[in-house]
């Protein structure tokens, strides 16, 4: 087993940690605003503050979320920059809870502390919510619960309350706190107030439940009740086994199927030999609770997409399960002799700051997509014309670009022009765009135009002033359209 035998690292866990963060992430703190930002920038901007009274136009009750946003806007007058580093030292902050949540709750010792919160923060699944504006609803909410644990395992139960009605607030997930907190009562046999725990808790759920009634109109809001409350056990098994292929083979990073074997095999192999003294030993306990923890952490989540087996889109939903992830993983590498678990340890950082930095690049990539978009649209003649854009940027490798604030940028930019959008396209270059079936490359994945399709884009010549599609990083005109033979 791991002992602590480095003295400097006795003294500097917050130093190494914080060094892992910012090296990891602030170079890329130079990412501008993406999709949904816009729709909320245009609603500041317009609104202010008043946005309060209509819900932040949002169709979810997360009020707290939108209140620190606004707060960030005001503070560092739309820098995305400022922004992102807060977003950035926000993820460190949570990474230092883990790590004294680990020390006390799990009685980790100082070593396998650090390496479950070195996992937290280089874990290549976490840059969405970190490096993305409308994500940072889940950095509170992960935040104001592990404080809120903290709090119940020291028996402050008036600040487990506040940082419960904190985490709600911020992000619907935080209404797991109870079933986390039954789990850490199991796991440690405390010896709590239960009347008044369990009184207060159900206050809490259901004082917040009627507010949000009476701002939403109704109890679940967000996408509706055809999904929030579709728990089929196809559907609850599909996410559970999808979510486990996500973390425990990194699927994403794989070319093939049997990459993806190959890399889960490694995974099971490290994290073997501590199941299997568990089993020995008959401490079924820790096995089990962590079960109970990794499965609740995806219960708010387990109807929506999952696109993040194979692509970065929706990493935030994994945000939360990634916590007992990387305390397995923690516990796993440590469980080996003192120098094998360094030397895995060492390869698991190199490996994982690889995998995280290179999924930056994306995000940073998708940044310079969608500011030169927009900034090759807003330069032309656009005013008082009707528009029709042929291919929008979606997602470059899976990172939203422009599924939404196409018309809300151009209105931030007082451009007063009717723009409609025929198909939104996925970019596998910063420089694509349109890809005709004539060229020589074809990206299987990007929208292609036929030369029929071509001659009914004619057809709407009459409706719009102006038909455009983006190539090669510049607009074009759809007139204009030739084949070529490269």
Same mark, same amino acid.
């Given at each position: 087993?791991?002992?602590?035998?480095?003295?400097?690292?006795?003294?500097?866990?917050?130093?190494?940690?914080?060094?892992?963060?910012?090296?990891?992430?602030?170079?890329?703190?130079?990412?501008?605003?993406?999709?949904?930002?816009?729709?909320?920038?245009?609603?500041?901007?317009?609104?202010?503050?008043?946005?309060?009274?209509?819900?932040?136009?949002?169709?979810?009750?997360?009020?707290?979320?939108?209140?620190?946003?606004?707060?960030?806007?005001?503070?560092?007058?739309?820098?995305?920059?400022?922004?992102?580093?807060?977003?950035?030292?926000?993820?460190?902050?949570?990474?230092?809870?883990?790590?004294?949540?680990?020390?006390?709750?799990?009685?980790?010792?100082?070593?396998?502390?650090?390496?479950?919160?070195?996992?937290?923060?280089?874990?290549?699944?976490?840059?969405?919510?970190?490096?993305?504006?409308?994500?940072?609803?889940?950095?509170?909410?992960?935040?104001?619960?592990?404080?809120?644990?903290?709090?119940?395992?020291?028996?402050?139960?008036?600040?487990?309350?506040?940082?419960?009605?904190?985490?709600?607030?911020?992000?619907?997930?935080?209404?797991?706190?109870?079933?986390?907190?039954?789990?850490?009562?199991?796991?440690?046999?405390?010896?709590?107030?239960?009347?008044?725990?369990?009184?207060?808790?159900?206050?809490?759920?259901?004082?917040?439940?009627?507010?949000?009634?009476?701002?939403?109109?109704?109890?679940?809001?967000?996408?509706?009740?055809?999904?929030?409350?579709?728990?089929?056990?196809?559907?609850?098994?599909?996410?559970?086994?999808?979510?486990?292929?996500?973390?425990?083979?990194?699927?994403?990073?794989?070319?093939?199927?049997?990459?993806?074997?190959?890399?889960?095999?490694?995974?099971?192999?490290?994290?073997?030999?501590?199941?299997?003294?568990?089993?020995?030993?008959?401490?079924?306990?820790?096995?089990?609770?962590?079960?109970?923890?990794?499965?609740?952490?995806?219960?708010?989540?387990?109807?929506?997409?999952?696109?993040?087996?194979?692509?970065?889109?929706?990493?935030?939903?994994?945000?939360?399960?990634?916590?007992?992830?990387?305390?397995?993983?923690?516990?796993?590498?440590?469980?080996?002799?003192?120098?094998?678990?360094?030397?895995?340890?060492?390869?698991?950082?190199?490996?994982?700051?690889?995998?995280?930095?290179?999924?930056?690049?994306?995000?940073?990539?998708?940044?310079?997509?969608?500011?030169?978009?927009?900034?090759?649209?807003?330069?032309? /003649?656009?005013?008082?014309?009707?528009?029709?854009?042929?291919?929008?940027? /979606?997602?470059?490798?899976?990172?939203?670009?422009?599924?939404?604030?196409?018309?809300?940028?151009?209105?931030?930019?007082?451009?007063?022009?009717?723009?409609?959008?025929?198909?939104?396209?996925?970019?596998?270059?910063?420089?694509?765009?349109?890809?005709?079936?004539?060229?020589?490359?074809?990206?299987?994945?990007?929208?292609?135009?036929?030369?029929?399709?071509?001659?009914?884009?004619?057809?709407?010549?009459?409706?719009?002033?102006?038909?455009?599609?983006?190539?090669?990083?510049?607009?074009?005109?759809?007139?204009?359209?030739?084949?070529?033979?490269?």
């Amino acid at each position: 087993m791991m002992d602590i035998s480095f003295n400097s690292l006795k003294k500097n866990p917050y130093l190494i940690l914080s060094l892992a963060c910012i090296l990891c992430y602030v170079p890329f703190s130079t990412i501008g605003y993406l999709s949904d930002d816009f729709i909320f920038l245009s609603y500041y901007n317009i609104e202010g503050w008043n946005m309060i009274f209509s819900n932040f136009h949002d169709a979810f009750f997360i009020p707290l979320t939108h209140i620190v946003q606004l707060i960030l806007l005001e503070i560092f007058n739309q820098h995305s920059f400022y922004i992102h580093l807060f977003q950035i030292f926000l993820h460190l902050f949570i990474a230092l809870q883990l790590y004294h949540l680990t020390s006390t709750v799990l009685k980790f010792d100082l070593l396998k502390s650090l390496l479950a919160s070195l996992f937290f923060i280089l874990l290549p699944f976490q840059a969405e919510c970190i490096l993305w504006f409308s994500s940072i609803g889940y950095q509170c909410c992960l935040l104001f619960t592990l404080l809120a644990i903290k709090c119940f395992y020291k028996e402050q139960l008036i600040m487990y309350i506040i940082f419960m009605v904190l985490a709600i607030h911020c992000k619907e997930i935080g209404y797991i706190i109870p079933l986390l907190t039954i789990g850490v009562y199991f796991l440690n046999n405390k010896n709590i107030n239960l009347k008044f725990w369990i009184g207060s808790t159900i206050l809490v759920i259901a004082s917040s439940l009627l507010f949000r009634y009476m701002v939403l109109g109704e109890i679940l809001g967000g996408y509706g009740a055809n999904t929030h409350l579709n728990f089929e056990p196809q559907t609850i098994i599909k996410v559970i086994a999808g979510y486990i292929i996500k973390f425990f083979s990194f699927s994403r990073f794989a070319l093939s199927e049997e990459q993806i074997l190959l890399q889960f095999l490694i995974v099971l192999l490290l994290i073997s030999p501590l199941l299997i003294s568990k089993i020995k030993a008959k401490k079924y306990k820790p096995i089990l609770l962590w079960i109970f923890f990794f499965v609740v952490c995806l219960l708010p989540v387990i109807n929506l997409e999952i696109t993040s087996i194979k692509s970065i889109q929706s990493d935030r939903y994994g945000y939360f399960a990634s916590v007992p992830v990387v305390i397995l993983f923690a516990s796993a590498i440590s469980h080996f002799k003192q120098n094998i678990s360094y030397l895995i340890s060492t390869a698991a950082l190199l490996t994982l700051t690889i995998l995280t930095t290179y999924d930056n690049f994306k995000w940073n990539n998708a940044s310079q997509l969608c500011e030169n978009y927009l900034s090759k649209l807003t330069a032309l /003649d656009l005013s008082s014309k009707t528009i029709l854009l042929l291919n929008v940027p /979606d997602n470059y490798k899976g990172v939203y670009v422009l599924r939404n604030g196409v018309n809300e940028h151009l209105k931030s930019k007082s451009i007063n022009t009717e723009i409609s959008i025929k198909k939104y396209q996925t970019f596998f270059q910063k420089d694509g765009g349109l890809v005709l079936k004539d060229l020589k490359y074809h990206d299987y994945h990007a929208e292609t135009y036929t030369e029929n399709s071509i001659q009914k884009i004619g057809n709407y010549q009459n409706e719009f002033d102006l038909i455009l599609y983006f190539k090669n990083g510049n607009f074009y005109e759809a007139d204009k359209l030739t084949f070529v033979n490269d």
